[in-house]
């Protein structure tokens, strides 16, 4: 009886010694308070600490767990081989039980591992912070997908719309398959010095059916070349369609959606306007623009990965 008691204290033991290493909760970050903002290359060292962190954690986790049932299988082996039964059934539920735990901890570790991971695949793909209106616009040179090569400063002195566009993405073909915007508002203000150009920046698009695309839908402009994403990310383009015009003197002077209806339904009491329309009128008779921001939707830009 004496025997018993002792190896069923051995195993008690073994148990409180593991859920200590077993039970840890892990460190918590300090948050962000409101308002303060994190670099993105910190924040990017931050998770990819935090990633190793949980890798650790779940690697300690395995060793802990291989060293605690081995310890008790020995404890049960010896049990049995002194009969005592008891103790011995004992030890096995305790088995099971330090399994259902390690189950429980190393999946919410699992968990957290994945989600940091989203977090650092979204991030990368992320475009840089937008350009704020007023600030210079990022030079660029892009190949048009029929074979011409088009910069920013070869439009000295002209009006510069950057759309961002994806045949793909609905929001972008409403405005050329459902409403010929783009064509429209290309056509209107080629007149009034006015260069209009298209940027795809979806990684897998490919040359064919972006000539194809330009040919159906009979466009006045070209469509750019940036599958890299370099100039994408430079300008912080978010979405298709986002809509960056620059004026004259190679400002921003608009950043935002082409309008306020998305797939043509504006809100409710809400008039339908089109920013892009009202930002070139008014910079082509020397007025500023009223409006120079406005939060873009649709798709997102389906960048490459960096």
């Given at each position: 009886m004496k025997r018993t008691s002792t190896v069923l204290f051995i195993a008690l033991a073994a148990i409180v010694s593991a859920s200590t290493a077993l039970g840890q909760p892990p460190a918590r970050q300090r948050p962000t308070r409101p308002g303060e903002a994190m670099a993105p290359r910190r924040q990017n060292a931050e998770q990819r600490q935090m990633a190793q962190?949980?890798?650790?954690?779940?690697?300690?986790?395995?060793?802990?767990?291989?060293?605690?049932i081995a310890q008790l299988k020995a404890i049960h082996a010896s049990a049995l081989k002194e009969k005592a039964a008891a103790t011995a059934d004992k030890i096995e539920k305790?088995?099971?039980?330090?399994?259902?735990?390690?189950?429980?901890?190393?999946?919410?570790?699992?968990?957290?591992?994945?989600?940091?991971?989203?977090?650092?695949?979204?991030?990368?793909?992320?475009?840089d912070r937008p350009q704020r209106n007023g600030r210079k616009a990022p030079e660029f040179k892009l190949s048009s997908f029929d074979g011409?090569?088009?910069?920013?400063s070869q439009y000295k002195?002209?009006?510069?719309?950057?759309?961002?566009?994806?045949?793909?993405?609905?929001?972008?073909?409403?405005?050329?398959?459902?409403?010929?915007?783009?064509?429209?508002?290309?056509?209107?203000?080629?007149?009034?010095e006015v260069v209009w150009l298209a940027i795809n920046s979806t990684n897998h698009t490919t040359p064919e059916v972006n000539t194809a695309f330009a040919k159906k839908h009979k466009l006045p402009f070209p469509?750019?070349?940036?599958?890299?994403?370099?100039?994408?990310?430079?300008?912080?383009?978010?979405?298709?369609?986002?809509?960056?015009?620059?004026?004259?003197d190679g400002n921003i002077a608009y950043n935002g959606a082409i309008d306020s209806a998305p797939m043509g339904k504006?809100?409710?009491?809400?008039?339908?306007?089109?920013?892009?329309?009202?930002?070139?009128?008014?910079?082509?008779?020397?007025?500023?623009v009223a409006t120079p921001a406005t939060p873009p939707y649709g798709c997102s830009v389906k960048y490459a990965r960096r």
């Open positions: 962190k949980i890798r650790d954690e779940i690697a300690d986790l395995k060793g802990h767990q291989e060293i605690l305790l088995i099971a039980d330090r399994q259902d735990v390690f189950q429980m901890r190393l999946e919410k570790l699992q968990e957290r591992q994945q989600r940091v991971q989203r977090a650092l695949r979204e991030r990368m793909q992320r475009p011409r090569s088009v910069s920013l002195d002209r009006v510069v719309v950057l759309e961002w566009f994806n045949m793909e993405c609905p929001f972008s073909k409403y405005h050329y398959a459902t409403k010929p915007t783009m064509v429209d508002l290309a056509n209107k203000y080629k007149d009034k469509i750019l070349d940036d599958r890299a994403g370099r100039v994408g990310r430079a300008y912080g383009a978010r979405t298709t369609p986002h809509i960056i015009i620059v004026d004259k504006a809100k409710p009491g809400v008039k339908s306007i089109n920013y892009v329309d009202q930002a070139l009128a008014q910079l082509t008779s020397g007025q500023k």
